[in-house]
């Protein structure tokens, strides 16, 4: 990706409304955006004056924050979008006084959970029947029903587990 065009980072204003188009992306039902968007902060990525990813960061204690939904456009993916926003959450945590972001994605998701890995996150739970339990439908991804939600962590001190 040429550097000279990362995207502009910056909060979602409070008078303008949430992209549910681009969250809908990363999450696949309406109600389950409602869950938690209300209680959580939303950061939007520009380019040229559009919205072209979005990611939610939700606080789940004094320690942790969760990032609760990432996405970006289809027509920008594979330019290093993610991999930036992804950075600038655990930046944005951090200045808020997180010590670790977490992230969850389906078991069966490799290409989302290499993803994460290779920004230095690793698995620490397994949250069985996840996409059964919280979603009113089926979904499915690549032909395969979604079940299980492996949740990943990431200290934001560089420290590593002991």
């Known amino acids: 990706m040429n550097f000279n065009n990362y995207p502009v980072m910056r909060r979602l204003r409070t008078n303008e409304p949430a992209p549910f ?3 809908l992306l990363a999450d696949e039902e309406m ?8 209680q959580s ?3 939007v990525a520009e380019t040229d004056g559009k919205l072209v990813g979005v990611y939610v960061l939700f ?3 004094e320690y942790m924050a969760e990032i ?3 996405a970006v456009d ?3 993916q594979n330019q290093g979008i993610g991999k930036f926003m992804l950075n600038h959450a655990g930046i ?3 200045a808020k006084g ?9 078991t069966i998701a490799e290409k989302q959970l290499n993803f994460y890995r290779r920004a230095g996150f690793v698995l620490f739970d397994v949250k069985k029947d996840f996409f059964i339990d919280y979603y009113t439908a089926p979904i499915f991804e690549d032909g395969v029903q979604l079940t299980d939600m492996a949740m990943l962590k990431k200290r934001l001190d560089g420290k590593t587990e002991i």
């Open 74 to 76: 289809p027509d920008y």
């Open 59 to 61: 606080p789940v204690d």
């Open 31 to 38: 109600q389950a955006i409602n869950r938690y968007i209300h």
């Open 41 to 43: 902060e939303i950061y």
């Open 98 to 106: 997180f010590k670790e972001i977490i992230v969850g994605t389906p």
């Open 21 to 23: 188009g681009l969250l």
């Open 68 to 70: 609760k939904a990432i």
């Open 92 to 94: 944005e945590a951090q």
